[in-house]
C-alpha cells in the first residue's frame, strides 16, 4: 500500500489542454473551434472565443480560447473531447487524486489550471505523445514545403514580370520613337 503501481498509458481521468514551448498563453494547441464543448455528453466543457488571432504552430493566424473551462465535478471521463479535437489541444490525464473542499469553485478547471506542457503528455503517455508529434512535425514541414514554393513562384513571377519589363523598354527604344499618347 505504500508503493503505487504505475497506471498504463491508457489509464485516462480528466482531460487537460497541451501547449508548446515554455508559455501556456502563447503556445496553446486550441484554437477555440467549439467541437469539443459541443460534443461534450454532460456539457461540461465551456470555451470563449477570442476576437483577434495569433499564429499557430504552422504560422497560420487562428482564433484562441479567451476562456476555457471544464467542470470535472460533471465530467464523466469518456473522452469524447479528445477524439474529437482535430489540433490535437485536448487530452487525458492520468491524475486521479482530486480531492477538494470546495465543492464548487475547486472542481471548475480554467485554463490556467488545465494547461500543461506537451514534456508532460510525452512522459505520461509515451507512445501516444510520439506519434501526435511525428503528425504534427510533417503538417509543419509540409506548410514550410508549401510557403517555400509559394515564395519561389513569387519571385520566378517577379522575375518574369522584370524580363517582360524590359523587353518592352528596350523594343519601345530600338525604332527611336517615343510611345505615342492618344
Known amino acids: 500500500p505504500e508503493e503505487r503501481q504505475p497506471l ?12 508548446d514551448g515554455d508559455d501556456p498563453e502563447a503556445g ?11 460534443e461534450c455528453p454532460p456539457r461540461c466543457i465551456h470555451i470563449e472565443k477570442s476576437t ?8 497560420k493566424p487562428q482564433f484562441y480560447p479567451t476562456v476555457f473551462n471544464i ?15 482535430p489540433f490535437d489541444a485536448i487530452r487525458m490525464d492520468k491524475e486521479f487524486e482530486l480531492s477538494t473542499d470546495d465543492r464548487f469553485g475547486g472542481l471548475m478547471w480554467t485554463k490556467e489550471k488545465l494547461a500543461k506542457p506537451n514534456e508532460y503528455y510525452q ?15 510533417e503538417a509543419e514541414e509540409k506548410a ?3 510557403a517555400e514554393a509559394a515564395a519561389a513562384a513569387a519571385k520566378a513571377k517577379a522575375v518574369e514580370a522584370a524580363k517582360a519589363a524590359e523587353e518592352a523598354k ?4 530600338a525604332d527611336g520613337k517615343e510611345p505615342s499618347a492618344q
Request: hydrophobic share 35%; with cysteine.
Open 170 to 173: 528596350t523594343a519601345n527604344g
Open 123 to 137: 512522459k505520461i503517455h509515451p507512445l501516444e505523445a510520439a506519434e501526435t508529434d511525428v503528425r504534427r512535425a
Open 52 to 59: 483577434d488571432k495569433k499564429p499557430d504552430f504552422v504560422g
Open 8 to 19: 498504463p498509458e491508457a489509464a485516462r481521468n480528466f482531460p487537460f489542454l497541451l501547449y
Open 71 to 85: 467542470d470535472v465535478s460533471v465530467c464523466m471521463s469518456c473522452q469524447i473531447c479528445v477524439e474529437v479535437c
Open 144 to 146: 514550410r514545403a508549401k
Open 28 to 38: 496553446l494547441r486550441c484554437v477555440s473551434c467549439h467541437i469539443c464543448e459541443k
